[in-house]
């Protein structure tokens, strides 16, 4: 089991914490790939549509008559043969948004939490402690921790530390979110990813629960090994059914 170092804002280490394998353990690069291709799709406003021949503006009536003119035969101005008619199958509004399955996010965010870790960009810290709401002051703090570019702070839902809302939301590259709406898109999006204690406890304690357990174990704790299916021949399967 791995371990990181804790620090408190001032950037001195107070503490280890242990980092469970189940959940910093293995990366999955297609799921972080279907994680992201979901979250942006449904980032996305839908908004585009074009005039069909009920849409764009000209006239209904007929232009000429069906029959006798030596011209070709034609309805209305407004037809998609003709130059400024309607648009035939354009793009209409509507949602990108589709269905991504719980397991598959639960897993992109246990693998985006395992890169972070093994490229050296996790920072945990005992608690965000700022005394005052102050912008300059909190970047001094991570100055501190080593946190150069953009960063992700993550605190516990429902905190309440006001002072750090205040401190953060100025600074350019920075974003405070809770560990109940973090995203492996967030994750993959800063350079530096900010826990406090209390988050990563939380967080990694869900994500071990609902990590899959693929080798069923006894009531002794022994491993339990499939049974071997045995081949059957032609005859043995006919008598078989035969009675």
């Known amino acids: 089991m791995a371990t990181i170092d804790i620090h408190d804002m001032g950037g001195n280490k107070v503490g280890t914490a242990e980092l469970a394998d189940e959940v910093f353990g293995a990366i999955n690069e297609d799921l972080l790939w279907e994680a992201v291709k979901h979250y942006r799709a449904a980032q996305r406003a839908g908004t585009h549509a074009t ?14 008559r069906q029959k006798g003119t030596g011209r070709a035969r034609v309805g209305s101005i407004r037809s998609p043969l003709w130059r400024h008619g309607g648009t035939v199958h354009g793009p209409q509004p509507r949602s990108y948004e589709y269905r991504f399955p719980r397991k ?28 005052e709401p102050k912008t300059q002051l909190f970047r001094e703090a991570l100055d501190a921790l080593e946190v150069k570019g953009s960063a992700l702070l993550l605190e516990v839902a429902n905190h309440g530390n006001r002072n750090l809302v205040l401190a953060s939301r100025n600074l350019e590259g920075v974003e405070l979110l809770s560990t109940a709406e973090v995203h492996p898109y967030h994750l993959l999006r800063y350079d530096h990813v900010i826990f406090s204690q209390a988050a990563i406890e939380k967080l990694q304690a ?17 491993e339990v090994k499939p049974k071997k299916k045995v081949a059957r021949s032609r005859t043995k399967k006919a008598a078989e059914v035969a009675q």
């Open 51 to 64: 005039k069909n021949r009920w849409r764009v503006s000209g006239s209904g009536k007929k232009l000429w």
């Open 104 to 131: 598959k996010l639960l897993g992109a965010l246990r693998s985006a939490l395992a890169a972070k870790f093994s490229d050296g960009k996790l920072v945990v810290v005992n608690a965000f402690d700022v005394k």
């Open 206 to 222: 869900w994500l071990k629960n609902s990590a899959s357990r693929r080798e069923p174990r006894s009531a002794t704790g022994e």
